[in-house]
Structure formats: structure tokens, C-alpha cells
T-cell receptor, first 112, second 117 residues
Framework: QKEVEQNSGPLSVPEGAIASLNCTYS??????FFWYRQYSGKSPELIMFIYSNGDKEDGRFTAQLNKASQYVSLLIRDSQPSDSATYLCAFSPGGSQGNLIFGKGTKLSVKP | GAVVSQHPSRVICKSGTSVKIECRSLDFQATTMFWYRQFPKKSLMLMAT?????????EQGVEKDKFLINHASLTLSTLTVTSAHPEDSSFYIC?????????????FGPGTRLLVL
């Protein structure tokens, strides 16, 4: 069964620190990986997607993908209290018709 | 990013009634939309994949006769919860795939909170 594993947290970091969120996935055929942010009571919001091995940076966010290790991570630099949310990792299984497999999410808390 | 809307945002109904939730892609045409359900403090669970002009594909364990999905146009998919019961109370979220981008990228609507009394 195709799965995504995430540490449920909560992960607590002080304001201004780097938050590191990690995710492993089971399907070696996966080509596309996504990070979504979900605030309490709200729907998920796309933060980043990554397809190639290595790093992808967008503002304070950096996604890292290592297909050999089946590992994807999200770094948030200069964490702010407004970053406090649940972060969902997702991947598109190889051969799929575009559906995504979501992890259970990691709850991040940024303390002022 | 692409914009997806849902209506209503919140609905309270009596047990046994049916509730229809609409999902619209506002600035793009979506041949595929997805319906999810999320219980409090639980993960997002895919219920079904809605394809324009064809029957929806339901995930294992989701009753297709209870959760009716219609995707009659490229910008609208509807989910009808028939004969709703208290255990159907949940947060229902749709998403749509923007075909102009990477095809697996999904954009979520704001969700519909259903409470069945």
C-alpha cells in the first residue's frame, strides 16, 4: 500500500528558528511531491511542489527531495508564529491519474 | 494559484435529510476534482475522484449511493450526502487539478462543515 509517513509532532520551535519537517514515502515510482499547510479549521493550502532531486527554495521555504532515500523535507527559515499550522506532505503515485496520497501531517508550533 | 470555491461553507441539517455541496473552479477548467473528508484532528481522507462527463471513482469503503457525485461541467462538481446521519458530520473539502500546471497539483476549496443533528 502506498503511504506517506510524517511525524505527527507537535514540533515546537522558537520564533526566528529554522523548522524542519520530514516525510518519507513508499512508492519509488512517484515523481511529484507537495507540501500543504493547513491552519486549524481551514482547508489545505499549497506551499510548494518539487519534482527533482535536490533543493527548491521559495522565500523562507525550502523543499528538499532525495528520491534514492524516498525522503522529502520542508525547511522554514526565520519561523514566525503565523507559521503555526499542520503541514501535510503528499505525493502522486507513479501511474496514478493525478490523485495524491497525503500524510497525516506534522503540527508545528512557533513560540514567540 | 488557482482558485476553488465551495458552497455552503457550513450547514446544519436534521438526520435523514440530504445535503448538496458545490465545488467550483473559478479561474480554470477542471476535468478532475477530488472530494475529501476530514474528521476532527484526523488526516485528510480521499472519498472519490470526480471526472467531468463520467462516473466518479470512489475509494474503498465509501458508499457511492450515499455520497452522490455529479461533475456536469468543467467548473462544477457537486457532492450530495443522502439521508445524512450524525456520523456523517465532518469537514468536506474538494480540490481541483489545474490542467495548465503540473497535472498532479491540486488546489483546495475552503471546505464545508457539515453538522447532522
Amino acid at each position: 500500500q502506498k503511504e506517506v509517513e510524517q511525524n505527527s509532532g507537535p514540533l515546537s520551535v522558537p520564533e526566528g528558528a529554522i523548522a524542519s519537517l520530514n516525510c518519507t514515502y513508499s512508492d519509488r515510482g512517484s515523481q511529484s511531491f507537495f507540501w500543504y499547510r493547513q491552519y486549524s479549521g481551514k482547508s489545505p493550502e499549497l506551499i510548494m511542489f518539487i519534482y527533482s532531486n535536490g533543493d527548491k527554495e521559495d522565500g523562507r521555504f525550502t523543499a528538499q527531495l532525495n528520491k534514492a532515500s524516498q525522503y522529502v523535507s520542508l525547511l522554514i527559515r526565520d519561523s514566525q508564529p503565523s507559521d503555526s499550522a499542520t503541514y501535510l506532505c503528499a505525493f502522486s503515485p507513479g501511474g496514478s491519474q493525478g490523485n495524491l496520497i497525503f500524510g497525516k501531517g506534522t503540527k508545528l508550533s512557533v513560540k514567540p | 494559484g488557482a482558485v476553488v470555491s465551495q458552497h455552503p461553507s457550513r450547514v446544519i441539517c436534521k438526520s435523514g435529510t440530504s445535503v448538496k455541496i458545490e465545488c467550483r473552479s473559478l479561474d480554470f477548467q477542471a476535468t478532475t476534482m477530488f472530494w475529501y473528508r476530514q474528521f476532527p484532528k484526523k488526516s485528510l481522507m480521499l472519498m472519490a475522484t470526480s471526472n467531468e462527463g463520467s462516473k466518479a471513482t470512489y475509494e474503498q469503503g465509501v458508499e457511492k449511493d450515499k455520497f452522490l457525485i455529479n461533475h456536469a461541467s468543467l467548473t462544477l462538481s457537486t457532492l450530495t450526502v443522502t439521508s445524512a446521519h450524525p456520523e456523517d458530520s465532518s469537514f468536506y473539502i474538494c480540490s481541483a487539478r489545474d490542467p495548465s500546471g503540473r497535472r498532479e497539483t491540486q488546489y483546495f476549496g475552503p471546505g464545508t462543515r457539515l453538522l447532522v443533528l
